[in-house]
């Protein structure tokens, strides 16, 4: 992103901590870009515009089709030729991957009250309750927060066991958190994405500063480091975590950053984003909820 346009003196001060310690890869990236601005508007845009956008961050046009042609093997995406002309399409298995994704980053649930022990014997099963936020506490035995709902928790694999509530001492329930989650490497992430986007927050005028094009890269940065780090938060009860948890502090701030800069940068996807049918609309129903959400986590 060094080299890109969009950059001045003041803006590069702000850029460049955060995208020389993120340092985001060509695969994980698309995912970013597809996740925050092309699934709420129709899960396909041509190859070209991902490759300037990773261009940007330093990413060559051969990672970029190298990166492409590993999320089609992955059954992520599906492509589409048009003339000489190449788009991309999230699969229908991607696209609900993407919009589970979407509800835990831009909406807001109560945080669970209660824990929930399952039990299973199928790795498969395993990897699928430990995306859940569970953890193992001893052979084939699993807990977990019980915060996405009797129905949710129904459809999760293995056998519950049973549901149990907090038990009353903060000090216990921490403790015990901290023993089978690695939260205080979580809280470190955390902390870092605080130190490194906090100082985007005080520029009031970074939105005018960057203009369209570098707002919408500042988003996707943005939305790549808060994604990696809230897709491994486990979401237990506050007891859990305490009231200093980093983790709400950063919550705030991401909501704040993504509203100030999506203007401009929605902007920039509705002139620049091109599928076969033509440009990709500036605004969604998805984006517009997405937003709307937002606002209320930050207060707005």
């Known amino acids: 992103m060094a080299g890109s346009n969009f950059l001045n003196a003041r803006t590069a001060d702000l850029f460049e901590p955060a995208l020389h310690e993120i340092r985001p890869k060509a695969a994980s990236l ?11 508007r129709g899960g396909i845009v041509w190859m070209g515009n991902l490759i300037s956008i990773c261009a940007a961050f330093s990413i060559s046009e051969t990672h970029v089709r190298t990166a492409v042609s590993r999320l089609v093997a992955a059954g992520q995406l599906i492509g589409e030729r048009e003339g000489r002309k190449s788009y991309y399409r999230l699969t229908g298995e991607a696209q609900q991957e993407y919009l589970r994704a979407a509800n835990v980053l831009f909406f807001e649930r109560p945080r669970p009250e209660r824990w929930c022990f399952r ?41 519950s066991v049973f549901q149990s509530a907090q038990s009353g001492n903060p000090t216990a329930v921490a403790a015990f958190a901290r023993a089978f989650w690695a939260l205080d490497e979580l809280g470190a992430r955390y902390d870092g994405f605080l130190r490194l986007f ?14 369209p094009e570098g707002c919408f890269l500042a988003r996707v940065l943005l939305v790549h480091a808060y994604r990696g780090i809230l897709l491994k938060d ?5 007891d859990a975590t305490g009231a200093d948890w980093p983790g709400r502090a950063a919550r705030r701030l991401f909501a704040e950053l993504y509203i100030r800069l999506s203007p401009p940068a929605d902007r920039y996807i509705g002139a620049s984003f091109q599928t076969a049918d033509g440009a990709l609309p500036e605004c969604t129903e998805k984006s517009m909820a997405r937003l709307k959400s937002l606002h209320v986590l930050a207060g707005s």
């Not at 906090?198 to 970074?206: A, E, F, M, R, V």
């Open 30 to 40: 698309i995912v970013s870009i597809y996740g925050d601005a092309i699934e709420p």
């Open 234 to 238: 486990p979401h237990l009860p506050e």
């Open 198 to 211: 906090d100082p985007w927050l005080t520029q009031d005028s970074i939105a005018s500063s960057l203009g």
């Open 119 to 159: 039990t299973v014997s199928e790795p498969e099963d395993e990897e699928r309750l430990r995306t859940a936020g569970f953890t193992p506490v001893a052979a084939g035995l699993w807990v977990g927060p019980e915060w996405i709902g009797p129905s949710a928790i129904a459809g999760l694999p293995g056998t």
